[in-house]
């Protein structure tokens, strides 16, 4: 596999993180809730535990719609490289599927809302999951 | 009212990915491969991501959670649970496998179907299967063992 080179943006990667952390300021202002998408994603199915199905639904449809803001706004979208085959971003799916609602959260919840709590599972989970990536990684790319 | 600004809070939420690079698979593969270091390949943007997401929320949510309430709930359901177990340390793991494999996690996953991209939707459909599955075993009393119900975590 022929990996893309990518460009170090620090300016805007700062500014779309401080956008990220601004959206779950917001979720926790009006619903009191973590912005977790794996949690928030998980709960778009029955069994439903409350009634807060439809907000749910219009969190992910935003998720959706954002690049084609982007694109309406400025004209443009920036790069979207995926790499792998289907058998990759099957077995990948399903494995970031089951482990992010597994291990109750994933770089949302866990990574950006937990971390700003302060919370000792969030940070054990955050590390471990940095490092399981970085090492599936060095295994693809450099072992293979 | 309360749906249509979780549209909007969802769509700054993807905004904010799309900007800062995290939408693309090929930027946060670069950014964990870090024997890239040595050849120069390796981007370091995601951390500035990273820091800028927690900086904003770390300030906000310490000012939101003195708030009695939050403006459209009665309360704030935040995490209860304190202690690690061995599900705060394998769920990560395996998660870790799949986003080190694709370069998705669940977000930008949804963000890349907004791009048309008929592969993340792939990947958005087996996530989706992942996570019932995950939930469903966490519920089964015989794995009570070495998994904590789903219900009792929040969220």
């Not at chain 2, 080190?100 to 977000?107: S, V, Y």
């Amino acid at each position: 596999m022929i990996n893309a080179a990518t460009t170090f943006t620090p300016v805007a990667s700062l500014a779309g993180g401080a956008l990220i952390g601004l959206a779950a300021v917001l979720l926790m202002a009006l619903t009191g809730r973590i912005a977790g998408v794996s949690g928030i994603a998980v709960r778009l199915f029955p069994p439903y535990a409350d009634g807060e199905l439809a907000g749910r639904i219009a969190f992910v449809a935003g998720l959706v719609a954002a690049p084609v803001v982007v694109m309406v706004a400025t004209g443009s979208l920036p790069a979207l490289t995926i790499q792998g085959d289907a058998v990759i971003l099957v077995v990948g799916g399903f494995l970031v599927g089951f482990g992010s609602v597994w291990g109750n959260g994933c770089t949302s919840g866990h990574g950006v809302c937990g971390l700003a709590r302060l919370s000792l599972r969030s940070l054990v989970a955050t590390m471990t999951f940095m490092a399981a990536a970085m090492a599936t990684v060095f295994v693809a790319r450099h072992l293979g | 009212m309360v749906v249509v600004l979780q549209f909007a809070i969802g769509l700054v939420f993807g905004v904010g990915l799309v900007i800062s690079g995290m939408s693309d698979p090929a930027k946060v593969l670069n950014f964990l491969d870090l024997a890239a270091i040595g050849s120069g390949s390796w981007d370091p943007s995601l951390a500035f991501v990273m820091a800028g997401a927690v900086a904003v929320t770390f300030v906000g949510f310490a000012s939101v959670l003195k708030w009695p309430r939050p403006l459209s709930a009665e309360t704030f359901h935040l995490p209860i649970r304190r202690k690690l177990d061995l599900r705060i340390v394998s769920g990560p793991v395996i998660f870790g496998l799949g986003w080190g494999l694709a370069g998705f996690c669940p977000g930008p996953a949804f963000t890349a179907l907004g791009f048309g991209s008929g592969a993340a939707a792939m990947f958005v459909a087996a996530m989706l299967a992942g996570m019932l599955l995950a939930r469903w075993l966490a519920n089964r009393p015989w794995l009570s063992a070495v998994a904590t119900p789903t219900h009792q975590f929040e969220p």
